[in-house]
């Protein structure tokens, strides 16, 4: 599976983005969790939002809670990030990945998934 990111841009804090991450060469119905993730500069990685089709769970970071949701559209083989109320400190690289093990979105968020797409940059500034 191909995995691409796109979305990104500048916005103002406060402002909103949609990320959205496109399949191709793959169904994502054949994965079983697909996620979003984030790195910013002199930073780790860190697991945003996910999502499992093996148990049907959602995770959410505890710094996007309330204000990003994660949704898929599998007739289009995509997955969104909504982004909402954005601040600063949302500034990063955003990734899509997906993975075809069974496993909870909880811990494709935390440990990471086997296929990503290259990142969208997301930059919030005034």
């Known amino acids: 599976v191909q995995l691409q990111a796109s979305g990104g841009g500048l916005v103002q804090p406060g402002g909103s983005l949609r990320l959205s991450c496109a399949a191709s060469?793959?169904?994502?119905?054949?994965?079983?969790?697909i996620g979003w993730f984030r790195q910013a500069p002199g930073k780790e990685r860190e697991g945003v939002s996910c999502?499992?089709?093996?148990?049907?769970?959602?995770y959410y970071a505890d710094s996007v809670k309330g204000r990003f949701t994660i949704s898929r559209d599998n007739a289009k083989n995509t997955v969104y990030l909504q982004m909402n109320s954005l601040k600063p400190e949302d500034t990063a690289v955003y990734y899509c990945?997906?993975?075809?093990?069974?496993?909870?979105?909880?811990?494709?968020?935390?440990?990471?998934?086997?296929?990503w797409g290259k990142g969208t940059l997301v930059t919030v500034s005034s």
């Open positions: 060469g793959s169904t994502l119905l054949d994965y079983y969790a």
């Open positions: 999502i499992s089709s093996s148990d049907g769970s959602e």
């Open positions: 990945a997906t993975d075809g093990a069974q496993m909870s979105a909880a811990h494709g968020c935390r440990y990471g998934m086997d296929y």
